[in-house]
């Protein structure tokens, strides 16, 4: 009571109180970007110096005297001698591979099983919908081994096919999850329009749902294409042979060899290896961001 | 697969009466048959590997005989073992804790920006989560190399000594965090973003008409508004980190001296390398009571959220 009494009867106070509203706006707005500049400076820095790395000569990097942060005699020839090794190209093909398998066979999974558990009440359904959530909190380095068992009792160790049949561990469940968010999300006068006019379950799906929920699809494929290509635990336990490595796995252990470091060549795989998921980044980062997102927000 | 069976039985077999009962029949069984291939998929890839883990768990090392519980026995005899809980917790929560706070921060710096700019930063800020982490950690590794490392140069202009990155314990185990913590930090920051953007601006003009202080607008209104997503992001979190293997594999190893292995470190080291696979399944599901915990606090929390959207 005495404070606003003592407020409305001193008007300078008041304007002094909007003044500095103002400049603590302002204020806000230069501690925004300082932190901002700030934390882009320490997130950039490694794949940066990574960059820098990988464009130097190895005299270069072994020059101990100037800044590590310099680059003298800028070079691609890190690059030029990955991108002509067989064996890299090897574990792009197998990545490439892979991964495409991968997301074909999970997109078809999930988007089926999606369908069905959003649309089609039957028994059960709402248990295996909370199923699907729990798995996808199962992390993979709780069942490498005893899958590194089972791989094995399939003759599929050091076979890239063997990667193909435990991937969908990583992506369905999380797939299927925020699908059955994007189709619970379409309304249901549309299927009793499609149902009216005769469509069968496969048309509905495939008319309607999948075009109306494409944003969805986008985000479920640029998820399970991510996780298959950094796929790390997996590839480790189940491969050994170089020839059968995907890019993770091939480029830190094959690309270290003896004591000598090659960091150039080292750090120049570790970009190109990165190149796709980053690439598929920044022209997708709407759908990549909603698909993060989804997780906790949909369903 | 037996699953799938279960459920399709009962409604086959039912007579079909009227055939409006039949369209319910033929649309349970279509249901069953588009979702047979992921009953596969968390049967025989998820359910059926983590009970044959349990199973593994209890046998010798040739996988001869049955031993029950003995090779939790003897882990939880070993000082190495022990080690390896503490360091898991220690570095879960503490990287968890980190990861939270800096995203918390970041996103209320994102959300001071005009709409506009926001993209754009928020695009350079989620780099260090889309570089697949066994590769970026290849980065880290070699700015900590001690005869060359980059961050040690620029200590150096501030006159702070040369620090042992991955030599000493203490210094390897929050180098490990310190990894993390940078590759986590944004995935926080972005879910953060999406919450602060969910909460309606009445309510701070609201609280601003009340005369609330910024601090006052944070703690009554942004915090309860987002507390839901809030837990589920921490509990998540500390579900990935807590089951980490990229990290530690690519920058220590597990060393210097098998102190900074965690669960799946270690597991991967005594299960495949050192071909003790029934210990090294052991190991891994160690794990399991504790994210069991988490994850129903996670599943509580998403049911609530989506409970509240209806």
Known sequence: MSTTAAVSRDHPAIYHKVGSLRAERRW??????????FAAIIMLAPPVYMFLTSIKTSADIAD??????????????????????????????NSVKVTVCVVVVSMVISVLAAFALARMRFWGSQWLATGVFLTYLVPDTLLFIPLYQIVGSLGLLNSAWGLVLVYPTLTVPFCTWIMIGYFASIPKELDEAALIDGANWMQMLLKIFIPVALPGIIAATIFAFTVSWAAFVYPTAFITTPSEM????????????????????LMAGALLAALPPVVVYVFLMDYY?????AGATKG | ???????????????????????????????????????????GLVLWPASYAIWLSMLNRRMTAFIGLGNFEILLDSETFRMVIWQSVFFAVTAVIAKALIGFWLAHMLHHLPARGQRKWRG??????????????????????????????????FAVPAVPWLGEPWWARISVIIVNVWYGAPFFMIMYLAALKSVPDQLYEAAAIDGATGWQKLRYVTLPMMRNIISITVLFSLIVTFANYDIVRVLTNGGPRDLTHVFASYAFQVGVLAGNIPRGAAVSLFMFPILAVIAFFVLRGVTRRSREEM
């Open chain 1, 64 to 93: 101990t005297s100037g800044s590590p942060w310099v680059v003298h005699h800028p070079t691609l020839e890190n690059y030029r001698e990955l991108l002509s090794s067989p064996m890299f190209l090897g574990f792009f093909w």
């Open chain 1, 289 to 293: 961001i909603a698909g993060l997102t």
């Open chain 2, 1 to 43: 697969m037996a699953d799938g069976a279960t459920l399709a039985l009962p409604r086959v077999e039912a007579p079909p009466a009227s055939s409006l009962r039949r369209f319910a029949r033929r649309r349970s069984s279509i249901a069953v048959l588009m979702t047979l291939p992921l009953i596969a998929v968390i049967g």
């Open chain 1, 28 to 37: 806000a707005l230069w501690t925004a970007y300082a932190s901002l500049i």
């Open chain 1, 246 to 265: 995907p890019l993770t796995i091939g480029v830190v252990s094959q690309l270290i060899r003896g004591d000598t470091f090659a960091w150039g060549q």
């Open chain 2, 124 to 157: 350079m800020l989620l780099v260090p989560w889309v570089i697949p982490p066994a590769l970026s950690t290849l980065g880290w590794w070699w700015m900590f190399e001690p005869s060359y490392s980059s961050i040690n140069w620029i200590l150096n202009i």
